[in-house]
């Protein structure tokens, strides 16, 4: 988990990350590396070795890439985002990350970025747009298809991971 917004006499948004360890998840997360820089509203997604985080609130199209081997390493900025983006939500599969939804920075927009995890020094890919626009979305998918849902709007988008096309595929019962 990483990033987020302290709360207090003066909120800041925050750089830590933090890991849970599924063996033992009732005690409290520890902390590890730190993000580039502070944010709240990012999204990640990631593989088996690696974790990236990307986008965030102030806006913007840093991805850092965590090292699943050495989490207590400082994370490597890796290839931007196409665009600055805020507020967005991630899938994957073991090949690429998927970031879409570009936020209130970015009013409608539906960029879908694709991260290649074999070359993610490279900016990210801008690949098909959603059909409808996302903000605060939720991300999730297997190993053939991604999907965006919420936030905005009740719409769930597919993302086909074999020709990277977006789908409108139904609603849910309400925005969220």
Known sequence: FGGGQSFGSSPSDRSTVDRIDYS????????????????????????????????GDPAQSTVDRLDYSNDSAALATKGPLSVAGDFISA??????????????????????DRVDYSNDT???SPK???NTAKYRAAGTGNTNFGYFGGGSNSTVERVD???DTPA???NLSASN
């Open 91 to 112: 899938t994957g599969n073991s090949d690429f990350g998927y970031f879409g939804g570009m936020g209130p920075a970015f009013p409608g927009r539906t960029l879908v």
């Open 24 to 55: 033992n998840d009732t005690v409290a997360a520890s902390a590890k590396s730190q993000l580039s820089s502070g944010r709240k509203g990012l999204a990640a997604t990631g593989n088996a070795f690696f974790g990236y985080f990307a986008g």
């Open 128 to 130: 098909a747009n959603l």
């Open 161 to 163: 991971y074999s020709n």
């Open 168 to 170: 409108t595929k139904g």
């Open 122 to 124: 490279a900016t990210a």
